[in-house]
């Protein structure tokens, strides 16, 4: 399955605008049966890459600690419409 999230609220600092992302997703993949431990492939794309270390911690936090059980995951610096600091992109395994 497939899902997209941004923040609902674009007047979040980043780090809050991350944390409604990735809890966007969860609920996404909750309502689709799967969750963020089935995740095979994620895009982050940040308004401003130089933001990537903060989005880092807030991913590890997120996903787990342990790097043998992250999903393979590009993070991309691009413009965003308005005030959003960030989207996400998932693909991830349904049912298992």
């Known amino acids: 399955m497939w899902t997209v999230a941004t923040t609902k609220d674009t007047s979040l600092p980043l780090e809050a605008q991350i944390k409604e992302t990735l809890q966007i997703i969860d609920d996404n ?3 689709l ?8 492939s994620a ?17 590890k936090s997120w996903i787990g600690d342990n790097p043998d059980h992250w999903p393979q995951r590009a993070c991309l610096g691009v413009d965003l419409e308005g005030n959003v600091l960030i989207e996400v992109s998932v693909t991830a395994v349904v049912g298992q």
């Open 43 to 59: 895009q982050v794309y940040l308004a401003n890459i130089t933001d990537k270390p903060v989005m880092d911690e807030i991913w």
């Open 33 to 40: 049966q799967s969750n963020k431990h089935q995740i095979v």
């Open 29 to 31: 993949l909750q309502e």
